[in-house]
């Protein structure tokens, strides 16, 4: 029997692999994916969010614990535990030596990638090259993988590990993580979730940005089986991609950046929402959801030639046309309604100094909704248009975990049993999102639980006394 047996295949379960190895268990990890499918939705990441109290190699400036945590409090409406937020943030200052050692490289932050060269450290090669890493390391290590092998059923009693199965398949062990992600690949489950708008089911038209893989079987199944939930099933980490993105695995250049430098409207051709809020960093993430929020789930984010060049561009070109009202018909759009939007936010336009990499005074007058930051005129032909979809990255309902990222049952810790990664996110991320943040609950989380499952399985009298205690 191993000591620890890791379920999943990304970041989370890789950082949980790799520390409860270090810490001298015998570790095998359950991959549900094929070897080329492995890592989850960790292979499409680009960077993680890090404190810092002064510069520091790929990190610009500072970005010290309280600005970190009042960003997270700000984007998420207060729906966090500060403890085990402030614990993630901790963390985030400390892990790049570790994962260095891992064989994880950083790069300075891409252009087009705003305001992220304080916050963000990006890895080199993406997160194909971080998940890569970490499982040459793994095998290096002596860490026992298992791909293609989905878990559909785990063995617990009063809270305690026994052993997982998949197919005919029995893994025991003296301790286990759960590092198997959200629900957002279960498209039955979203549909549950989101339910009927016009007598149609809303989330047939999400796409997934992510892994395929990642369908919360053991999450429901922990959640049936007594274990405590956080969250809410239609919270998540909500992109507006290109409607044209494929059904999963679409990754980033899927996703449509120029909201801010535009506006974006529906199928009536009316905007419904502010399109220049905030940063786009804290608000990509919503605007999933927003376009979710929308007859036939469905928007269009339109631009002028002013904006070109300063947003990452999307794999698909858009429509161009050197008319609003060509646009319109390529885009499928009623002419003169769009043209009648565009000319009542053109004259709200108020002027100011425009400056995208500030909040800048560049706002609408009169206008609902407004637009805060960053509002020109659309008036500089070619104008360019992008039909979206929503795309869901990752879904926030997970279980509940205490510091020691223990599996709770009726407000019990479990004893063997811990969480990392999107399946336990929810605890910190109730709602919205901060760029970057996903790798930094499931670095810090991923540790905590490696650790603790290998004391747990190596110390194991005195853990289920603690646990009790
Ligand atoms: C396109 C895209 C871009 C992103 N960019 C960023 C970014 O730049 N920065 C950031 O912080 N976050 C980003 N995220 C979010 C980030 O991916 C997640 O927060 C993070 O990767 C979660 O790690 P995880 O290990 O919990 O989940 P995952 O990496 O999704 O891993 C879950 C693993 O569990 C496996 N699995 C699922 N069910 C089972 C089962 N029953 N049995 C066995 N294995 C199972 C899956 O195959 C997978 O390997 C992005 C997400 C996407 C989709």
Redesign the pocket.
């Known amino acids: 029997m191993v000591d620890v047996l890791v379920?999943?295949?990304?970041?989370?379960?890789?950082c949980a692999a790799l520390t409860a190895r270090e810490a001298g268990a015998t570790v095998q990890l359950?991959?549900?994916?094929p070897r080329a499918?492995?890592?989850?939705?960790?292979?499409?990441?680009?960077?993680?969010?890090c404190m810092h109290d002064a510069p520091q190699d790929v990190l610009a400036e500072a970005y010290p614990e309280e600005e970190f945590w009042q960003d997270l409090r700000k984007v998420t409406g207060g729906r966090t535990d500060e403890a085990l937020a402030r614990l993630v943030i901790r963390a985030s200052a400390t892990c790049r030596p570790w994962m260095r050692r891992h064989g994880v490289h950083f790069q300075p932050p891409l252009s087009g990638t705003l305001q992220l060269a304080r916050t963000?450290a990006f890895f080199l090669g993406g997160?194909k090259a971080l998940?890569n890493a970490y499982y040459r390391s793994a095998g290096a290590l002596g860490v026992d993988v298992q791909y293609e092998?989905?878990?559909?059923r785990l063995e617990t009693e009063g809270g305690r590990f026994i052993a997982a199965g998949?197919g005919a398949r029995r893994f025991e062990a003296r301790a286990c993580v759960v590092?198997?992600?959200?629900f957002e690949s279960n498209r039955d489950w979203l549909r549950q979730a989101w339910g009927q708008a016009d007598g149609e089911w809303v989330a047939d038209r999400f796409l997934?940005?992510?892994?395929r893989?990642?369908?919360?079987?053991?999450l429901r199944q922990l959640i049936e089986a007594g274990a405590d939930a956080v969250g809410d099933a239609t919270q998540a980490?909500m992109v507006a991609v290109d409607a044209r993105a494929p059904l999963y695995d679409?990754?980033?250049c899927t996703?449509i950046d120029c909201v801010s430098l535009g506006i974006v409207v529906n199928v009536h051709a009316r905007r419904f929402a502010d399109e220049g809020e905030d940063f786009w960093p804290k608000r990509y993430a919503l605007w999933g959801r927003l376009v979710a929020q929308q007859p036939r789930q469905a928007a269009y984010s339109i631009i002028d030639a002013k904006a070109a060049g300063r947003f990452m561009p999307p794999v698909f070109p858009g429509a161009e046309a050197d008319t609003l009202p060509a646009l319109a018909r390529q885009l499928g759009l009623d002419e003169s309604a769009l043209v009648q939007t565009v000319a009542a936010y053109n004259a709200a336009c108020r002027g100011g100094r425009f400056d995208h990499a500030v909040l800048d005074d560049c706002a609408t007058a009169d206008l609902q909704p407004p637009k805060s930051h960053w509002a020109r005129p659309l008036d500089t032909p070619p104008y360019r248009g992008y039909a979206l979809a929503p795309g869901v990255?990752?879904t926030y309902l997970g279980l509940k975990v205490d510091a020691r990222a223990s599996v709770h049952f009726a407000g019990r810790p479990s004893p063997n049993l811990f969480a990392?990664?999107?399946?336990m996110?929810g605890n910190v991320l109730g709602q919205g999102y901060t760029?970057?943040?996903?790798?930094?609950?499931?670095t810090a989380f991923?540790r905590i639980a490696g650790a603790m499952a290998a004391r747990a399985a190596t110390q194991p009298v005195r853990e289920v006394a603690d646990a009790r205690a």
């Open positions: 379920i999943g295949g990304g970041n989370a379960a890789l359950l991959e549900a994916a499918w492995r890592g989850g939705n960790s292979m499409h990441t680009r960077n993680l969010r963000n997160g998940v092998t989905p878990v559909d998949s590092a198997s992600g959200g997934i940005r992510g892994t893989y990642n369908q919360g079987v053991l980490h679409g990754g980033i996703r990255t990752f990392a990664g999107e399946i996110a760029a970057g943040v996903g790798m930094s609950i499931g991923g």
